[in-house]
């Protein structure tokens, strides 16, 4: 008998009651003397003079991980409350109180690496040698060489201070803003009230007009709110710019780079090997538009289904389809699905008063994740469902590796993502035995292709240029939505009729304090991801103990010497690049030629 998979997560497993939860706020309240205690210890370690300060270092390392953990498991907890509902206001009170602690935790965190970074270094290379620290080489070579690249102790504390109220308020802020905003329209004959989240849902709607008035009315509603959201972007660069000025770092993209462990030579070989290979994209768009009966592509028509066949799935069939699909590839992807999907992982319920988009998060503590979405049916939707799984699956991997060497960049955490995404995507157009259900199911697919492509490019392209003009002083909201005009053009190279101006304001990526740059990363990962994939393909089901190797190794290692490593392969030259992209162009030509060849 098929066990019935819930909908709505268990958060409760966790701790029991939600915002109000008794257990909860006693964990909180544990953090205190926790940090209390490490606090204590931070100020009584020395810079290390010799090897024999070895076991210190690592009695060090041990504490950090404790208080680490302890803060993850509440944040991470906080964090569903708020993406469940938007209105639950003791949540956003608990979420001011976790960030206070997380930047107690980061105050003294850096008079560590401050500390290590003031190693000799005939000491340090000492150091590293002695066995409690061989594992961690890595990992504390880059937070010696973090030190390096900023200010003194006292000047990044001050930062870090400033930013609680400062610099993440204003992301909160956004968070509220969005989570306000309600739209109403009549949906397939029914009037409704959505959350943001619920209108984009609207954006692959069979209906063309309901996807129409569905971006209008979310344009609007931008465009009501856009000197708030223009506000906030700029209060959120300008501070980022500042700190960046103060620390001598003139590249916007330094920090995003050094974060990603990837050198900026692989970025530009990745988005020049991209931006040549855009043409059998464009044709893409223009035969899709033709398929719609339209003399060109609008925005809101991108997601679109082609076919009035397009296959609808409800949740069970969801997960059952990706169920079946992850067994043909291996064993421990299928079984850690099962898992997830038994166990109430998963929040999935298409309501009112959710947060946008989608995410994956991890409670260290108890060695769990949660999966946050708004399902409603389509093929995208059970593709995205994968996609996080894939992310929770990157975690339960690297459960053998110490928790300190767990913390992966995320290009690298978009691989197992889109790696688990592609294996149900593929698979699909594989299987379709009907050339209507082929076709949207290949669709799917190619639509991922111009997301990263050219939707990404475009955010890319916007946010780079954004800051340069932010360095000279505020932009305004007219200028935003003319950079984000002239971006997606770009991005998608001139195949699309109509752009969507207030997307700067919408996507909720460019307002991440947690992480600058949260755009490149995705291109990065679905690109790395199809490599590996095309090796699975080769090699069958006993190529998933090696795909975990890989993955055990992202948090320990630069980009390029992981695909060096596993791959064999040269990440900063565009030839790598194009291997991937010559296999989503096929998808492209392949849809073409079969809807060239529909009665």
Known sequence: MTVKFSEVWDLDALFPGGSSSQELRVHMDN?????????????????????????????LLEQIKNVVLHLRQSASFIGCLMAQNTEDKKAVLLQSEASSLSARLQSSFQKVQQDLAKTEDGVWADLLEEEPLREFRFLLNEWREEAKMQLSEKEENLITALGVDGYH?????????????????????????????????????????????????????????????AKTLNSIAGFRLAVYEKRGWENPLQEPLHINRMKEETLNAMWGAISKNK?????????????????????YDVDAPVTESTQQFSYQEGAEFILKHFKKFGPELAEFAELAFEKGWIEAEDRPNKRPGGFCTGLPLTEESRIFMTYSGSMSNVATLAHELGHAFHSYALRPVHSLNRSYAMNVAETASTFAE?????????????????????????????????NIHSRFLFETRFYEERKKGVVSAERLNELMEEAQQEGFADGLKSTHPHFWASKLHFYITDVPFYNFPYTFGYLFSLSIYAKALEEGTGFEEKYMALLRDTAIMTAEDL?????GEDITQQAFWEKGIALCVKDAEEFIALTSSVE
Do not use: C
């Open 31 to 59: 953090a205190g003397p926790k940090l209390a205690e490490f606090e204590a210890l931070v100020q009584k370690f020395q810079v290390p003079q010799s090897k024999e300060n070895a076991q210190q270092v690592a009695d």
């Open 169 to 229: 308020g204003w992301s909160q802020l956004y968070d509220m803003l969005v989570g306000e905003m309600k739209i109403t329209m009549a949906v397939d004959g029914e009037e409704k009230t959505m959350s943001v989240g619920q209108a984009n849902n609207l954006s692959s709607h069979a209906d063309g007009a309901t996807r129409q008035e569905s971006y209008e009315k979310l344009e609007t509603a931008w465009t009501e709110k856009e000197e708030f959201f």
């Open 279 to 299: 043409q059998p994209f464009v044709e893409y768009l223009h035969k899709k538009g033709e398929l719609l009966g339209k003399d060109g592509l609008d925005w």
């Open 422 to 454: 592609m294996i149900v995507a593929d698979a699909a157009v594989k299987n379709a035995e009907k050339k209507e259900e082929k076709i949207a199911l290949l669709e799917d697919k190619v639509q991922r292709s111009v997301a990263f492509f050219m």
């Open 563 to 567: 695909a060096m490593k596993h791959l």
